[in-house]
């Protein structure tokens, strides 16, 4: 009935999810770059399967700095922390192969809302990246002279409630996903979720942007829109990024301009 009254025809649960497919074939994943060369119009979002064992986590750990050791320490869980190692080690690696240097010799400096920024001088366009994991993947973006914001979210559909989504959506939102089909909602839930996400790690404001003061898309078999009093400057991309053996998952990446084209790697 709902997808009547908005001028949907009801569709079968396999055509929907076929059009999903179609939609995110066009993402590849490719084989990791030793020395990645990066353009201006370039966005590189690497894919993580965070390291489990006590070995590679060590390692990972003498490579952050003081501040971050600290961080780590202060995790009740141990998994918790080891992801949190785990993930700011890697970052180091990845961000340390633009720069050409070493992971432990990448500063970081923080914004007024605590979003980190590469210190230093290069004659090339400054990096900007971010960082987000959810379970054990991790997802990192990385850009030249532009802000960039990524989330990921393992699809849970405990968590995709109306009660949640009338607390961080939108009025629209809330009403887009209310006129989904049943088997497509969750999927759509995180679709916004991690859209609106992105959106504001690019901003790099946090929650101090009202999430219900701009909407995004939310259909899977549409692609992502953004609708904000500066969404001339912005634009949001969706993907899939799970791995064959893990849970599925949701993501976006969001960023400055309408001139930039994402490419997707796996980091080994």
């Known amino acids: 009935m709902a997808a009547q009254l908005c001028g949907i025809q009801p569709v079968s649960f396999e055509r929907e999810r076929q059009k999903i497919e179609n939609m995110t074939a066009t993402v590849v994943w490719s084989s990791p770059i030793a020395t990645p060369e990066l353009t201006n119009s370039e966005i590189h979002v690497w894919r993580v399967l965070l390291p489990t064992d006590q070995v590679a986590v060590r390692r990972l750990e003498a490579t952050l700095a003081s501040d971050e050791q600290a961080r780590a320490a202060r995790f009740i869980f141990e998994r918790d922390q080891a992801r949190f190692i785990a993930a700011r080690g890697i970052l180091r690696d990845s961000l340390g192969k633009y720069m050409r240097c070493a992971p432990q010799a990448v500063e970081f400096v923080y914004g007024p809302r605590g979003k980190p920024a590469v210190a230093g001088r290069s004659p090339l366009p400054a990096l900007r990246f971010n960082l987000s994991h959810s379970n054990d993947l991790a997802v990192?973006?990385?850009a030249?002279?532009?802000?960039?914001?990524?989330?990921?979210?393992m699809i849970r559909p405990g968590i995709a409630t109306?009660?949640?989504?009338?607390?961080?959506f939108s009025s629209k939102e809330t009403a887009e996903l209310s006129r989904m089909p049943a088997e497509l909602r969750?999927?759509?839930f995180f679709l916004c979720w991690t859209r609106k996400e992105a959106y504001i790690k690019a901003r790099g404001d946090g929650l101090h942007i009202?999430?219900?003061?701009f909407d995004v898309s939310l259909s899977p078999t549409m692609p992502a829109t953004l609708s904000s009093a500066d969404e001339s400057r912005w634009s949001i991309e969706s993907?899939?990024?799970s791995l064959a053996t893990e849970p599925k998952y949701a993501g976006a990446v969001a960023a400055e301009?309408?001139?930039w084209t994402a490419r997707y790697f796996d980091w080994k």
């Open 239 to 241: 993907f899939v990024p």
């Open 257 to 259: 301009g309408k001139d």
């Open 210 to 213: 009202p999430l219900d003061s």
């Open 186 to 188: 969750t999927e759509a």
């Open 162 to 168: 109306d009660e949640i989504a009338k607390r961080y």
């Open 140 to 142: 990192i973006a990385i």
């Open 144 to 153: 030249r002279a532009r802000e960039v914001g990524i989330d990921i979210e």
